[in-house]
Structures are given as C-alpha cells and as structure tokens.
C-alpha cells in the first residue's frame, strides 16, 4: 500500500481524486494553520510528501523537506490547485518527465 502526506491547505478533495488516479491509497492530510506541526514526525508508511506552499509557512517547509531528505522518503513542492498537484506528479512519475496540461 502506497500513503502520501499532504502538508498544508484546508480542503483537499480535489487533490485526493488525483492522488487516487496515480495509485495513493492512503492519503494523510495536516492543514499546517497550528504551528505546532513542525512537532510531528512524518509516519513511516508515507512514500510521498505533498507540499502545498501556499499554504505552508517557511519553518514548517524547510523541517519536513529536510526530515523527508534524510529519511529517502520522495517529495514535491506544488500550490494548492488540482492541475498543479496533477503537474508535479507527472513530473515525477512520468517517464517523459512531462505534464500533458503544460502544453
């Protein structure tokens, strides 16, 4: 089973159908707003950390970037809109490394 964590924004519906069209069947969702996020830690079963940086203050950014780097976890900085999420993912997942909305 594949999980992926969500980091920042309120809703993220929209964002869970796109994660489940590329196969995420677990998604974890923390909206960032208590500053005491950066006091968690990123579950072990997550193999994709989303950002929403519209959503997400610097200090919060910078810990889980950096905790997900040394724990080989994968990662991806997006905004908080649909299409967005969908891009950085075809980046990632694609093998032409490309977005079919970009063109």
């Not at 069947?25 to 006091?39: F, G, I, L, M, Q």
């Not at 889980?64 to 990662?75: D, T």
């Amino acid at each position: 089973m594949s999980a992926v964590l969500v980091i920042g924004g309120d809703k993220i519906d929209s964002i869970t159908s796109v994660l489940q069209d590329f196969s995420f069947e677990k998604v974890t969702h923390w909206d960032a707003r208590n500053p005491s996020v950066v006091k968690k830690e990123i579950p072990q079963d997550v193999t994709l950390v989303i950002m929403l940086t519209n959503f997400l203050n610097h200090n919060a950014m910078n810990k889980f970037k950096n905790e997900a780097k040394r724990k080989a976890i994968e990662f991806i900085c997006a905004k908080r809109s649909e299409s967005s999420v969908f891009c950085e993912l075809c980046k990632k997942y694609n093998p032409n490394g490309g977005c079919l909305l970009e063109k």
